[in-house]
C-alpha cells in the first residue's frame, strides 16, 4: 500500500470528530468558565507585553518566553499551513481558523497560567514546566502516565513534525523557486546556524527570537496588507466568499477541484492549531521560563501569541490568497502562496515571500528545539539534552529532502496525539485556572485604585 495513503488513514483517525470537537470544545468550555476573558482582557494582555514587571523567578523575561513561544508558533502554518488549509478546504477554511483560534486563545491563556503555577527546575537548575508537569503535579502522580504520554508525544513532534521537517522543506524549497539554489545548499546553510545557536541552549534561543520575532512579522505583516492595497476593490468579495464557503462548501473552479463543509471545518482547525499551537501543550513550556509571580499574568500574555500569530498573520496570507484568486489554481504549498504575492508584485514578490518564509520557518525550528529538550529532560533527566540537540540537528539535515505529502501528515499526526492529554488536563484543572485569574484580577483592581488615589493626592497637594 501506498505509504502517503497509509499516513493519510491515520491522519483522519486522529483528527476525526473526536479530538476536532474536544479542542474547540475545551476552548468554548474555558472562555465560558473565564467570562470572555479573551475578549474583555485583551487590552490588558497586549499592554503587558510591554509592561509586565519580570518579578519571580525564570529563565527569561516574559518578553522572551512569548518571543520563544512566537518563535515556534508563527512559521510555515502562517504561509504555507494556510495556503495548505485553502487549497484543500476553499476559502471557507479561514473562518473556521479564525473560530479555532478565538476559542484557542481561553485555551493558550489556561495554558500559560498552569504551567507557571506548577513549574519547578531540574538537575541543571533550569526552569522544567509544561503541560507534563502541570498533569502530574495538578491531577496527581496517579496521571504520570499522561504526562509521559504528552512528553514522548512533544519529542516525536519535534523530531518529525512541526519542529523540523515542514520548515526546512519549506525553507529550501521556496529559496530553490526563488534563486535556483540547490536543496543541499540551503540545508547544510539552515543546519549550520539551527547548530550554532541552539547548542547555547534557551537564553541563546530566547535572544534571537527576541530580535527577529518583532521585525519579521512587522515585516510580513507590511507585504500582505501591499497586496491587499493593490486588490483592494476585490476585499469586500473575498470577505463574503470566506464567509459563504464556511457554510456552504466550495464548488469547482479553476484548477480547484472543490470542498465540502466538512473539509472546510477540518482543515481550518487542524491548520489553525498547526499554526498558532492552542491546546498543543507546546507553548506553555516557554511560558513556565518566564520572570513572573502571577501565574495569570503570563497566561495573558501567552494569549496575545494566538492573537498575533492566527487573528493577524494567517488573515493577512489568508486574503491575499483569496483576492488574489491564487487560491483557485493548481499551486499548493509555498508555491500558491507565492503566486499570490507575484500577482501584486511581480519584480520581488517571490523574493519577499521567500526572505519572510525563512525567517519565519527558522525561528520555529528554533523553538521547538526547545520544546522538545524540556520533554527529553522530562522523561530522561538532564544526562539526554545533548543526545537529543545532536538528534535534532541531525534531523533538521534530513528534513529537506522528504516529500511534501508525507511532511505534513506525519506532522498532523503527531500534533493530534500531542493535544489529547494536554486538553484533558486543561479541563480537569479548569477549577485552578479559574481561581488564579480571579486571584491576579482583584491584585489588578488594587492595583488600579492605589494608582488612581496617588494620582489624586498628587493633584490635591
Request: aromatic letters at 10%; one cysteine or more; a neutral charge.
Amino acid at each position: 500500500m501506498d505509504f502517503v495513503k497509509v499516513l493519510d488513514s491515520i491522519d483522519s483517525l486522529v483528527w476525526g470528530p473526536p479530538l476536532l470537537i474536544l479542542l474547540v470544545g475545551t476552548g468554548i468550555f474555558l472562555t465560558v468558565r473565564l467570562n470572555l476573558l479573551q475578549v474583555l482582557r485583551l487590552p490588558l494582555a497586549l499592554k503587558l507585553i510591554f509592561t509586565a514587571k519580570n518579578e519571580g523567578k525564570g529563565d527569561v523575561n516574559s518578553f522572551g518566553a512569548l518571543c520563544t513561544a512566537l518563535a515556534a508558533t508563527v512559521g510555515t502554518g502562517n504561509i504555507v499551513g494556510v495556503a495548505t488549509a485553502v487549497s484543500a478546504g476553499g476559502p471557507g477554511a479561514i473562518f473556521w481558523m479564525w473560530m479555532a483560534a478565538f476559542f484557542g486563545m481561553a485555551t493558550k491563556y489556561a495554558e500559560g497560567l498552569l504551567a507557571v503555577k506548577f513549574r519547578g527546575f531540574d538537575a541543571n537548575g533550569q526552569v522544567a514546566g509544561g503541560p507534563m508537569h502541570y498533569i502530574e503535579q495538578g491531577m496527581g502522580v496517579k496521571y504520570r502516565p499522561l504526562a509521559v504520554m504528552f512528553a514522548a508525544c512533544g519529542v516525536l513532534v519535534a523530531f518529525f513534525g512541526i519542529g523540523t521537517f515542514p520548515q526546512v522543506n519549506a525553507i529550501v524549497e521556496s529559496v530553490r523557486l526563488t534563486t535556483g539554489t540547490p536543496v543541499w545548499v540551503t540545508a547544510a546553510v539552515i543546519t549550520t546556524l539551527v547548530a550554532l545557536i541552539t547548542l547555547g541552549g534557551l537564553k541563546s534561543i530566547a535572544n534571537v527570537s527576541s530580535k527577529i520575532i518583532p521585525f519579521m512579522a512587522i515585516f510580513y505583516i507590511v507585504i500582505c496588507a501591499g497586496v491587499l492595497i493593490v486588490f483592494a476593490d476585490k476585499l469586500p468579495g473575498a470577505i463574503a466568499l470566506i464567509l459563504e464557503n464556511a457554510f456552504t462548501g466550495t464548488a469547482a473552479t479553476g484548477g480547484f477541484l472543490g470542498a465540502t463543509v466538512m473539509m472546510a471545518i477540518r482543515n481550518g482547525i487542524a491548520r489553525g492549531v498547526f499554526s498558532n499551537e492552542s491546546g498543543l501543550g507546546s507553548a506553555p513550556i516557554a511560558a513556565a521560563a518566564a520572570k513572573t509571580k502571577w501565574p495569570a499574568e503570563q497566561g495573558l500574555i501567552s494569549m496575545t501569541g494566538t492573537f498575533i500569530d492566527t487573528i493577524i498573520i494567517c488573515t493577512m496570507t489568508g486574503l491575499t490568497l483569496v483576492v488574489t484568486d491564487a487560491w483557485s489554481t493548481e499551486f499548493k504549498g509555498a508555491a500558491l502562496t507565492q503566486v499570490a504575492f507575484a500577482s501584486a508584485f511581480p519584480e520581488f514578490g517571490p523574493l519577499v515571500l521567500t526572505v519572510g518564509l525563512s525567517l519565519f520557518a527558522f525561528t520555529t525550528i528554533l523553538g521547538w528545539n526547545y520544546y522538545g529538550e524540556r520533554c527529553c529532560e522530562y522523561l530522561f533527566g538532564v544526562k539526554s539534552i545533548k543526545p537529543y540537540r545532536c538528534i535534532f540537528i541531525a534531523l533538521v539535515a534530513a528534513g529537506a529532502f522528504l516529500k511534501l505529502e508525507a511532511i505534513w501528515l506525519i506532522a498532523d499526526i503527531v500534533n493530534g496525539l500531542m493535544a489529547i492529554p494536554n486538553l484533558i488536563a486543561l479541563l480537569a484543572l479548569s477549577g485552578v485556572v479559574v481561581k488564579e485569574t480571579q486571584l491576579y484580577l482583584t491584585h489588578v483592581k488594587e492595583q488600579e485604585q492605589a494608582n488612581s488615589q496617588g494620582d489624586s493626592s498628587r493633584k490635591a497637594s
